[in-house]
Protein backbone atom coordinates (compact mmCIF):
# COMPACT_ATOMS: atom_id res chain seq x y z
CA UNK A 1 0.00 0.00 0.00
CA UNK A 2 1.22 3.48 -0.40
CA UNK A 3 0.85 5.53 2.21
CA UNK A 4 1.57 8.75 3.30
CA UNK A 5 3.59 10.34 6.10
CA UNK A 6 1.66 10.68 8.53
CA UNK A 7 0.60 7.10 7.92
CA UNK A 8 4.37 5.46 8.12
CA UNK A 9 4.64 7.64 11.04
CA UNK A 10 2.23 6.00 12.56
CA UNK A 11 2.98 2.48 11.70
CA UNK A 12 6.74 3.14 12.64
CA UNK A 13 5.67 3.62 15.81
CA UNK A 14 5.96 7.84 16.59
CA UNK A 15 2.64 8.68 17.33
CA UNK A 16 2.72 5.96 20.10
CA UNK A 17 2.09 1.97 20.63
CA UNK A 18 -1.66 2.36 20.32
CA UNK A 19 -1.52 4.29 16.84
CA UNK A 20 0.82 1.79 15.92
CA UNK A 21 -0.87 -1.92 16.65
CA UNK A 22 -4.11 -0.07 15.02
CA UNK A 23 -2.39 1.22 11.65
CA UNK A 24 -0.64 -2.60 10.97
CA UNK A 25 -4.24 -3.85 11.42
CA UNK A 26 -4.91 -1.45 8.68
CA UNK A 27 -2.36 -2.25 7.00
CA UNK A 28 -2.73 -6.07 6.60
CA UNK A 29 -6.29 -5.80 6.32
CA UNK A 30 -5.32 -3.35 2.90
CA UNK A 31 -3.32 -6.07 1.77
CA UNK A 32 -5.65 -8.56 2.15
CA UNK A 33 -7.96 -7.16 0.31
CA UNK A 34 -6.21 -5.17 -2.23
CA UNK A 35 -6.24 -1.41 -1.00
CA UNK A 36 -4.07 0.95 -2.71
CA UNK A 37 -3.67 3.44 0.06
CA UNK A 38 -5.77 4.85 3.07
CA UNK A 39 -8.46 7.74 3.07
CA UNK A 40 -9.87 9.66 5.66
CA UNK A 41 -12.78 8.37 7.47
CA UNK A 42 -15.63 11.14 9.10
CA UNK A 43 -17.05 8.64 11.92
CA UNK A 44 -16.61 5.29 13.11
CA UNK A 45 -18.98 3.14 14.90
CA UNK A 46 -17.44 0.06 16.43
CA UNK A 47 -19.56 -3.38 17.44
CA UNK A 48 -17.58 -4.97 20.14
CA UNK A 49 -19.01 -4.04 22.73
CA UNK A 50 -20.77 -6.20 25.20
CA UNK A 51 -18.61 -8.03 27.86
CA UNK A 52 -21.21 -11.41 26.62
CA UNK A 53 -19.32 -11.20 23.63
CA UNK A 54 -15.67 -9.58 24.15
CA UNK A 55 -15.02 -11.69 26.75
CA UNK A 56 -11.47 -11.49 28.92
CA UNK A 57 -9.12 -11.56 25.63
CA UNK A 58 -11.39 -8.76 24.33
CA UNK A 59 -11.42 -6.64 27.34
CA UNK A 60 -7.73 -7.09 27.82
CA UNK A 61 -7.33 -5.84 23.95
CA UNK A 62 -8.70 -2.73 24.55
CA UNK A 63 -7.29 -2.25 28.07
CA UNK A 64 -4.09 -2.33 25.89
CA UNK A 65 -5.41 -0.01 23.40
CA UNK A 66 -6.41 2.69 26.13
CA UNK A 67 -3.11 2.03 27.98
CA UNK A 68 -0.60 2.50 24.63
CA UNK A 69 -2.43 6.04 24.29
CA UNK A 70 -4.83 5.73 21.90
CA UNK A 71 -7.42 8.60 21.64
CA UNK A 72 -10.35 8.94 18.82
CA UNK A 73 -9.32 11.21 16.18
CA UNK A 74 -13.11 11.69 14.46
CA UNK A 75 -16.66 10.87 16.07
CA UNK A 76 -16.94 7.83 17.50
CA UNK A 77 -19.87 5.50 18.99
CA UNK A 78 -20.50 2.22 20.40
CA UNK A 79 -22.59 -0.35 19.68
CA UNK A 80 -25.06 -2.00 22.52
CA UNK A 81 -23.42 -2.92 25.92
CA UNK A 82 -24.21 -5.84 27.46
CA UNK A 83 -26.44 -3.72 30.08
CA UNK A 84 -28.07 -0.62 30.85
CA UNK A 85 -25.47 1.54 31.95
CA UNK A 86 -27.19 3.33 34.08
CA UNK A 87 -30.10 0.75 35.57
CA UNK A 88 -28.53 -2.88 34.70
CA UNK A 89 -30.19 -3.65 37.90
CA UNK A 90 -33.13 -3.82 36.67
CA UNK A 91 -32.74 -5.63 34.40
CA UNK A 92 -31.60 -8.68 36.61
CA UNK A 93 -27.91 -8.00 35.34
CA UNK A 94 -25.57 -10.24 37.70
CA UNK A 95 -23.22 -7.73 39.42
CA UNK A 96 -19.91 -9.06 38.48
CA UNK A 97 -21.16 -9.04 34.83
CA UNK A 98 -21.83 -5.07 35.18
CA UNK A 99 -18.35 -4.97 36.96
CA UNK A 100 -16.51 -6.02 33.63
CA UNK A 101 -18.75 -4.13 31.22
CA UNK A 102 -18.24 -1.01 33.13
CA UNK A 103 -14.31 -1.32 32.56
CA UNK A 104 -15.19 -1.97 28.52
CA UNK A 105 -16.58 1.28 28.58
CA UNK A 106 -13.87 2.94 30.55
CA UNK A 107 -11.43 1.61 28.30
CA UNK A 108 -13.50 3.26 25.57
CA UNK A 109 -14.29 6.25 27.05
CA UNK A 110 -10.23 6.67 27.87
CA UNK A 111 -9.68 6.57 24.43
CA UNK A 112 -11.81 9.36 24.04
CA UNK A 113 -14.65 7.23 22.52
CA UNK A 114 -18.59 8.62 23.15
CA UNK A 115 -19.62 5.94 25.30
CA UNK A 116 -23.52 5.91 23.88
CA UNK A 117 -24.15 2.35 22.62
CA UNK A 118 -26.69 1.94 20.06
CA UNK A 119 -27.40 0.41 16.83
CA UNK A 120 -28.53 3.41 15.25
CA UNK A 121 -25.93 6.38 15.45
CA UNK A 122 -27.90 8.03 12.45
CA UNK A 123 -30.31 8.32 15.20
CA UNK A 124 -28.31 10.27 17.56
CA UNK A 125 -26.44 13.10 15.14
CA UNK A 126 -23.83 10.30 13.95
CA UNK A 127 -25.31 11.03 10.26
CA UNK A 128 -23.27 10.75 7.69
CA UNK A 129 -23.80 12.63 4.35
CA UNK A 130 -23.76 10.73 1.06
CA UNK A 131 -20.54 10.14 -0.28
CA UNK A 132 -19.00 10.43 3.50
CA UNK A 133 -16.40 7.53 4.27
CA UNK A 134 -16.48 6.20 7.50
CA UNK A 135 -15.97 3.05 9.62
CA UNK A 136 -18.89 0.84 10.78
CA UNK A 137 -19.41 -1.92 12.18
CA UNK A 138 -22.92 -3.04 13.32
CA UNK A 139 -24.07 -5.24 10.42
CA UNK A 140 -27.19 -3.03 10.21
CA UNK A 141 -26.26 0.26 10.33
CA UNK A 142 -23.74 -0.27 7.90
CA UNK A 143 -26.67 -1.48 5.88
CA UNK A 144 -28.29 1.87 6.47
CA UNK A 145 -25.07 3.88 6.18
CA UNK A 146 -24.44 2.88 2.61
CA UNK A 147 -28.22 2.04 1.55
CA UNK A 148 -30.58 4.70 2.89
CA UNK A 149 -27.69 7.52 3.69
CA UNK A 150 -25.34 6.85 0.88
CA UNK A 151 -22.21 6.80 2.54
CA UNK A 152 -19.47 4.38 2.19
CA UNK A 153 -18.84 1.68 4.55
CA UNK A 154 -17.56 -1.85 4.61
CA UNK A 155 -18.53 -4.04 7.54
CA UNK A 156 -15.67 -3.70 9.86
CA UNK A 157 -14.89 -5.97 12.89
CA UNK A 158 -14.76 -4.21 16.49
CA UNK A 159 -10.45 -3.81 16.13
CA UNK A 160 -10.70 -2.73 12.40
CA UNK A 161 -12.76 -0.05 13.63
CA UNK A 162 -11.33 0.90 16.81
CA UNK A 163 -7.99 1.14 14.59
CA UNK A 164 -10.13 3.42 12.16
CA UNK A 165 -11.16 5.88 15.03
CA UNK A 166 -7.26 5.67 16.36
CA UNK A 167 -6.14 6.58 13.04
CA UNK A 168 -8.65 8.24 11.24
CA UNK A 169 -8.24 6.06 7.83
CA UNK A 170 -9.27 2.96 6.81
CA UNK A 171 -8.51 1.10 3.67
CA UNK A 172 -9.99 1.69 0.40
CA UNK A 173 -11.32 -1.37 -0.84
CA UNK A 174 -14.79 -3.02 -1.19
CA UNK A 175 -17.91 -0.72 -0.51
CA UNK A 176 -15.73 2.75 -0.50
CA UNK A 177 -15.58 1.82 -4.59
CA UNK A 178 -18.39 2.80 -6.44
CA UNK A 179 -17.42 -0.08 -8.80
CA UNK A 180 -18.50 -2.70 -6.14
CA UNK A 181 -21.94 -0.76 -5.20
CA UNK A 182 -23.40 -1.49 -8.05
CA UNK A 183 -26.45 -3.67 -8.52
CA UNK A 184 -25.95 -7.47 -9.50
CA UNK A 185 -29.72 -8.19 -9.52
CA UNK A 186 -32.96 -7.28 -9.46
CA UNK A 187 -35.80 -8.31 -7.17
CA UNK A 188 -39.15 -7.48 -8.11
CA UNK A 189 -41.32 -7.47 -5.02
CA UNK A 190 -45.08 -8.46 -5.89
CA UNK A 191 -46.95 -7.71 -2.14
CA UNK A 192 -47.78 -5.56 -0.94
CA UNK A 193 -45.55 -4.19 2.75
CA UNK A 194 -46.84 -2.22 5.72
CA UNK A 195 -45.28 -3.07 8.66
CA UNK A 196 -41.97 -3.09 9.92
CA UNK A 197 -41.96 -6.80 10.63
CA UNK A 198 -43.55 -7.20 6.62
CA UNK A 199 -40.22 -5.72 5.94
CA UNK A 200 -38.06 -8.18 8.42
CA UNK A 201 -40.03 -10.82 6.66
CA UNK A 202 -38.91 -9.11 3.04
CA UNK A 203 -35.56 -9.10 4.17
CA UNK A 204 -35.40 -12.65 5.69
CA UNK A 205 -36.52 -14.08 1.76
CA UNK A 206 -34.65 -11.55 -0.54
CA UNK A 207 -31.38 -12.43 2.05
CA UNK A 208 -31.76 -16.27 2.04
CA UNK A 209 -32.05 -15.93 -1.99
CA UNK A 210 -29.27 -13.81 -2.57
CA UNK A 211 -26.81 -14.93 0.67
CA UNK A 212 -24.77 -17.66 -1.09
CA UNK A 213 -23.66 -15.21 -4.02
CA UNK A 214 -23.28 -12.04 -1.83
CA UNK A 215 -24.80 -9.90 -4.95
CA UNK A 216 -26.05 -6.26 -4.55
CA UNK A 217 -29.83 -6.44 -5.10
CA UNK A 218 -31.52 -3.73 -6.86
CA UNK A 219 -35.34 -4.02 -5.47
CA UNK A 220 -38.26 -2.65 -7.13
CA UNK A 221 -42.27 -2.86 -6.30
CA UNK A 222 -41.62 -1.10 -2.85
CA UNK A 223 -43.68 1.80 -3.35
CA UNK A 224 -42.74 3.44 -0.09
CA UNK A 225 -41.06 3.07 3.09
CA UNK A 226 -40.76 5.02 6.31
CA UNK A 227 -37.17 4.91 8.63
CA UNK A 228 -38.37 2.85 10.41
CA UNK A 229 -39.04 0.05 8.06
CA UNK A 230 -35.81 0.64 6.09
CA UNK A 231 -34.26 -0.17 9.50
CA UNK A 232 -36.53 -3.39 9.72
CA UNK A 233 -35.32 -4.20 6.59
CA UNK A 234 -31.63 -3.60 6.76
CA UNK A 235 -30.95 -5.56 9.76
CA UNK A 236 -32.94 -8.59 8.43
CA UNK A 237 -31.38 -8.18 4.69
CA UNK A 238 -28.00 -8.36 6.61
CA UNK A 239 -28.70 -11.22 8.91
CA UNK A 240 -29.94 -13.49 6.59
CA UNK A 241 -28.31 -12.81 3.56
CA UNK A 242 -24.72 -10.81 4.63
CA UNK A 243 -25.81 -8.04 2.70
CA UNK A 244 -23.76 -4.35 3.40
CA UNK A 245 -25.97 -2.35 1.00
CA UNK A 246 -28.57 -2.76 -1.50
CA UNK A 247 -30.71 -0.29 -4.01
CA UNK A 248 -34.62 0.12 -3.90
CA UNK A 249 -36.18 1.77 -6.78
CA UNK A 250 -37.31 5.58 -6.04
CA UNK A 251 -36.34 5.30 -2.05
CA UNK A 252 -32.60 4.99 -1.71
CA UNK A 253 -30.05 7.72 -3.20
CA UNK A 254 -27.58 5.80 -5.11
CA UNK A 255 -30.92 3.71 -6.77
CA UNK A 256 -30.83 5.98 -9.83
CA UNK A 257 -27.67 5.99 -10.38
CA UNK A 258 -27.30 2.53 -11.96
CA UNK A 259 -28.57 0.07 -14.23
CA UNK A 260 -31.12 -3.19 -12.34
CA UNK A 261 -28.90 -5.91 -11.81
CA UNK A 262 -29.34 -8.27 -14.93
CA UNK A 263 -30.61 -11.25 -13.75
CA UNK A 264 -34.01 -11.27 -11.95
CA UNK A 265 -35.97 -13.08 -9.33
CA UNK A 266 -39.39 -12.35 -7.58
CA UNK A 267 -40.70 -12.08 -4.14
CA UNK A 268 -44.56 -13.07 -3.90
CA UNK A 269 -46.58 -12.87 -0.76
CA UNK A 270 -46.39 -16.51 -0.46
CA UNK A 271 -42.58 -16.32 0.59
CA UNK A 272 -43.14 -13.85 2.87
CA UNK A 273 -45.41 -15.65 4.86
CA UNK A 274 -42.93 -18.41 4.70
CA UNK A 275 -40.79 -15.82 5.88
CA UNK A 276 -42.97 -15.03 9.00
CA UNK A 277 -43.69 -18.50 9.43
CA UNK A 278 -40.33 -19.59 10.05
CA UNK A 279 -39.88 -17.19 12.80
CA UNK A 280 -42.88 -18.54 14.43
CA UNK A 281 -42.18 -21.29 16.53
CA UNK A 282 -43.74 -20.54 20.09
CA UNK A 283 -47.51 -20.29 20.64
CA UNK A 284 -48.19 -16.56 21.87
CA UNK A 285 -50.08 -17.84 25.39
CA UNK A 286 -46.03 -19.00 26.20
CA UNK A 287 -44.25 -15.83 25.55
CA UNK A 288 -42.63 -14.80 28.63
CA UNK A 289 -40.50 -11.93 27.36
CA UNK A 290 -41.48 -9.11 25.15
CA UNK A 291 -38.31 -6.85 23.24
CA UNK A 292 -39.39 -4.09 20.66
CA UNK A 293 -36.01 -2.02 19.60
CA UNK A 294 -34.21 -4.24 17.45
CA UNK A 295 -32.49 -1.94 15.59
CA UNK A 296 -32.84 0.21 18.58
CA UNK A 297 -36.23 2.35 18.30
CA UNK A 298 -36.77 5.71 17.60
CA UNK A 299 -38.82 8.41 19.29
CA UNK A 300 -41.69 7.63 16.83
CA UNK A 301 -42.19 4.11 18.07
CA UNK A 302 -41.46 4.67 22.02
CA UNK A 303 -44.32 7.24 21.38
CA UNK A 304 -46.60 4.72 20.03
CA UNK A 305 -45.98 2.01 22.72
CA UNK A 306 -46.97 4.89 25.33
CA UNK A 307 -50.13 5.38 23.37
CA UNK A 308 -50.91 1.53 23.89
CA UNK A 309 -49.57 0.95 27.37
CA UNK A 310 -51.44 4.01 28.55
CA UNK A 311 -53.29 3.45 31.43
CA UNK A 312 -53.11 -0.30 31.41
CA UNK A 313 -50.33 -3.14 32.70
CA UNK A 314 -48.14 -5.56 30.94
CA UNK A 315 -48.47 -9.14 32.63
CA UNK A 316 -44.52 -10.14 31.14
CA UNK A 317 -40.78 -8.84 31.34
CA UNK A 318 -41.32 -6.31 28.56
CA UNK A 319 -37.86 -4.66 27.28
CA UNK A 320 -37.73 -1.33 25.18
CA UNK A 321 -34.04 -1.07 23.33
CA UNK A 322 -33.01 2.15 22.56
CA UNK A 323 -30.28 4.41 22.84
CA UNK A 324 -29.24 6.59 25.62
CA UNK A 325 -30.29 10.43 24.14
CA UNK A 326 -33.12 8.94 22.53
CA UNK A 327 -34.55 7.87 26.34
CA UNK A 328 -33.89 10.91 27.30
CA UNK A 329 -35.89 12.24 24.88
CA UNK A 330 -38.65 10.01 26.33
CA UNK A 331 -38.49 11.08 29.43
CA UNK A 332 -38.81 14.99 28.78
CA UNK A 333 -42.06 14.06 26.38
CA UNK A 334 -43.39 12.23 28.89
CA UNK A 335 -43.48 8.90 27.36
CA UNK A 336 -41.25 7.20 30.06
CA UNK A 337 -43.69 7.86 32.60
CA UNK A 338 -46.32 6.02 30.77
CA UNK A 339 -44.50 3.16 29.79
CA UNK A 340 -43.00 2.46 33.48
CA UNK A 341 -46.23 2.95 34.83
CA UNK A 342 -47.46 0.53 32.77
CA UNK A 343 -44.57 -1.94 33.76
CA UNK A 344 -42.38 -2.31 31.01
CA UNK A 345 -38.72 -1.46 31.51
CA UNK A 346 -36.23 0.50 29.03
CA UNK A 347 -33.30 -0.98 28.31
CA UNK A 348 -31.15 1.32 27.02
CA UNK A 349 -27.89 1.11 25.68
CA UNK A 350 -28.21 -2.17 25.40
CA UNK A 351 -30.61 -5.26 23.17
CA UNK A 352 -32.08 -8.36 23.75
CA UNK A 353 -29.45 -10.35 21.55
CA UNK A 354 -26.31 -8.77 23.45
CA UNK A 355 -27.50 -8.85 26.86
CA UNK A 356 -26.42 -11.82 29.03
CA UNK A 357 -30.16 -13.30 29.28
CA UNK A 358 -29.31 -16.79 27.52
CA UNK A 359 -31.62 -19.56 28.74
CA UNK A 360 -33.62 -16.91 31.19
CA UNK A 361 -36.78 -16.79 29.20
CA UNK A 362 -38.20 -19.52 27.37
CA UNK A 363 -40.63 -17.48 24.33
CA UNK A 364 -39.64 -14.14 23.46
CA UNK A 365 -41.64 -12.19 20.78
CA UNK A 366 -40.86 -9.15 18.88
CA UNK A 367 -41.56 -7.41 15.41
CA UNK A 368 -37.95 -8.21 14.67
CA UNK A 369 -36.69 -10.88 12.33
CA UNK A 370 -33.24 -10.26 13.58
CA UNK A 371 -34.11 -10.56 16.60
CA UNK A 372 -35.75 -13.71 16.27
CA UNK A 373 -32.63 -15.30 14.21
CA UNK A 374 -30.62 -14.19 17.72
CA UNK A 375 -33.18 -15.00 19.90
CA UNK A 376 -32.89 -18.96 18.70
CA UNK A 377 -29.56 -19.18 17.70
CA UNK A 378 -27.54 -17.07 20.68
CA UNK A 379 -29.95 -17.08 23.56
CA UNK A 380 -31.83 -20.60 23.06
CA UNK A 381 -35.22 -18.86 22.60
CA UNK A 382 -38.01 -19.76 20.96
CA UNK A 383 -40.30 -16.80 18.98
CA UNK A 384 -43.25 -15.30 18.35
CA UNK A 385 -43.29 -12.66 15.31
CA UNK A 386 -45.78 -10.21 14.98
CA UNK A 387 -46.36 -6.57 13.77
CA UNK A 388 -45.47 -3.93 16.35
CA UNK A 389 -48.74 -2.71 17.81
CA UNK A 390 -49.59 -6.76 18.26
CA UNK A 391 -46.62 -7.19 20.03
CA UNK A 392 -47.42 -4.57 22.58
CA UNK A 393 -50.97 -5.99 23.16
CA UNK A 394 -49.02 -9.48 23.53
CA UNK A 395 -47.54 -7.89 26.66
CA UNK A 396 -50.74 -7.36 28.03
CA UNK A 397 -52.66 -10.46 28.33
FE1 LIG B 1 -29.22 -3.56 17.43
FE2 LIG B 1 -29.06 -5.56 19.10
FE3 LIG B 1 -30.67 -5.68 17.04
S1 LIG B 1 -27.38 -4.40 18.33
S2 LIG B 1 -29.71 -4.45 15.46
S3 LIG B 1 -30.82 -4.25 18.75
S4 LIG B 1 -29.34 -7.30 17.76
Not at 113 to 142: F, Q
Not at 147 to 176: F, I
Not at 190 to 205: I, M
Request: proline share 5%; hydrophobic share 40%.
Amino acid sequence: MQLTQEETQMLSGDQGRAVQKAMQILVALGNIYGAERMIPVMSVQIAGVSYDNLGEAGLQFLSEMADGGGAARVPTTLNPAGMDLENWQALGIPPEFAAKQLQVIEAFASMKVATTCTCTPYLIGNLPGRGDHLAWSESSAVCYANSVLGACTNREGGPSALAASLTGRTPEYGLHLEKNRQPAITVQVNSPLHENSDFGALGKAIGEKIQSARLVPYIRGVPSATLENLKSFCASLATFGGAAIFHMEGITPEAGMFRPGQAEISIAQQELDLARASLNDAQPENVDFISLGCPHLTIDEIARIAQILEGRQVNKEFWITTARPIKRLADQLGYTRIIELAGAKFATDTCCVVAPIRGRFKSMATDSAKACYYASAKNKFNTVFLPFDEVVELALK
